[in-house]
């Protein structure tokens, strides 16, 4: 049985529809006086009514588009997150407009400032912090923006106390090291990524800890800085055989860590160009588990992060009402998936 309608809230409170909808959903340019705001939301109460947020965004002044923010268009990764973005906004009759930083946060703020005064409905930035925002520029765009009546959303890491979907990479990248650890590998490399990735030092620090426990410490010339990309994969393992060596020595890597599946899949092919066997000479892991490793022999081990289900759930945590009752941060787990590059010794 149908809900009751706003006509019904305004007809209970002796008010007109127009003064009920500018009561309970806010107005862009009226206001209106507190003892009739109070009797309609008394009204709204006692009827049981329920007000529908997309019509408070657009009485509020705001467009049916929203901002998707991404590090890089190409990575597969972003594209996954953006599928189940625009699937959600798809839902809600709302319109995705897409931008690449190319991993500049001053884009990614200017971004955010163009979706402000565009008037769109909601903003999702969905990659990792690059670093700490320590100027506080990017949460104060934020912030703003949400005082304005958009919505936001990070994934990844939070920003701030501003509404985010968490995703465990740290717990993710410790159980994927527990789980190497129990295939009988003991000796590791780390391709870490940049120091001023937030995700890349999660993940890094979440599976060298992890080994550090059970009594497999990562040498430190064993991690390999290098960029969050296929090509930094391929540079960071190139320099870490050169390095340590191939597989066999003592302290040389016998399984090598990427903190994600498109650097693995460089850091595989630098093997291969080194003489190795992938994964007989030398294992290799990555995290994300990204559609594209379907085609990547032999079938890579990852831990998968349900990307298209974290961007529906970013849209719909930017979207909610902005209220005490609102959730504020989602927790997305982390799975490990054991294939062909990591066999048992």
Do not use: K, W
């Amino acid at each position: 049985m149908p809900g009751p309608t706003l006509s019904e809230v305004a007809r209970d409170a002796g008010v007109s529809l127009a003064t009920a909808s500018r009561a309970i959903n806010g107005s862009a340019n009226r206001t209106v006086r507190p003892d009739l705001r109070e009797r309609v939301l008394a009204s709204a109460r006692r009827l049981g009514y329920s007000p529908d947020p997309s019509a408070q965004a657009m009485a509020r002044g705001r467009t049916t588009s929203v901002g998707l923010v991404v590090h890089d268009i190409a990575d597969p990764y972003f594209s996954s997150l953006a599928a189940g973005v625009a699937e959600a906004a798809d839902h809600d009759g709302l319109i995705v407009t897409l931008t690449s930083t190319r991993h500049s946060p001053e884009r990614e703020r200017a971004f955010v400032e163009l979706m402000d005064r565009q008037r769109a409905r909601a903003v999702v930035l969905g990659g990792g912090r690059l670093a700490d925002d320590a100027d506080g520029a990017l949460r104060h765009a934020l912030e703003r923006y949400r005082a304005s009546g958009g919505g936001v959303s990070l994934v990844g890491q939070p920003l701030g106390d501003l509404p985010a979907v968490e995703i465990a990479n740290a717990d993710g990248a410790a159980a994927l090291a527990r789980a190497l650890h129990g295939l009988g590998y003991r000796a590791f490399g780390v391709l870490a990524g940049p120091a001023s990735h937030r995700t890349a030092v999660d993940r890094a620090q979440g599976f060298t800890t992890a080994l550090a426990a059970l009594g497999s410490p990562v040498p430190p010339d064993a991690v390999a800085e290098c960029a969050f990309t296929r090509d930094g994969g391929h540079g960071g393992m190139r320099d870490l055989l050169a390095r340590v060596g191939a597989a066999g020595p003592d302290g040389a890597p016998r399984a090598v860590f990427a903190v994600n599946d498109v650097m693995a899949v460089g850091a595989m092919a630098a093997a291969r160009e080194a003489g190795l066997r992938v994964p007989e000479d030398v294992a290799v892991a990555g995290f994300d588990d990204i559609v594209t490793l379907r085609d990547v022999t032999p079938g890579l081990t990852t831990v998968r992060i349900p990307l298209t289900e974290v961007g529906e759930q970013a849209l719909r945590l930017a979207l909610a009402p902005d209220d005490d009752d609102a959730p504020r941060r989602v927790a997305v787990a982390c799975t490990v998936v054991l294939r062909e590059s990591t066999p048992a010794l």
